[in-house]
Nanobody
Framework: QVQLVESGGGSVQAGGSLRLSCAASGYTSKMGWFRQAPGKGREGVAVIVTGGGSTYYGDSVKGRFTISQDNAKNTVYLQMNSLKPEDTAMYYC?????????????????WGQGTQVTVSS
């Protein structure tokens, strides 16, 4: 079993930045961030291969968000720059062991509790 602990959400004005952190308690082969806005489905934001470091991003955040990892701390980060009101959502950390590296929720078996990000215009 893997437990994920997220931190770093909050409120910011449009154009600002936030950094999310997610610490994992056990082995994972992939970790990522997903988000869910009210009334919408859960959307893949960014994922990272925890061994090799390859990264993948959703189209809506490319060039603005960066996912990174600290293997010694078993922690991944999501640096969010140039935030927009449409980035407002609950952000969830996810992890998996094996399987494809995708932005699809069904490929991740472990989930954090979520951290709220609110961007005001």
């Amino acid at each position: 079993q893997v437990q994920l602990v997220e931190s770093g959400g909050g409120s910011v004005q449009a154009g600002g930045s936030l950094r999310l952190s997610c610490a994992a308690s056990g082995y994972t082969s992939k970790m990522g961030w997903f988000r869910q806005a009210p009334g919408k489905g859960r959307e893949g934001v960014a994922v990272i291969v925890t061994g090799g470091g390859s990264t993948y991003y959703g189209d809506s955040v490319k060039g603005r968000f960066t996912i990174s990892q600290d293997n010694a701390k078993n922690t991944v980060y999501l640096q969010m720059n140039s935030l927009k009101p449409e980035d407002t959502a609950m952000y969830y950390c996810a992890a998996g062991r094996g399987g494809p590296i995708t932005l699809w929720t069904r490929h991740y078996g472990y989930w954090g509790q979520g951290t709220q990000v609110t961007v005001s215009s």
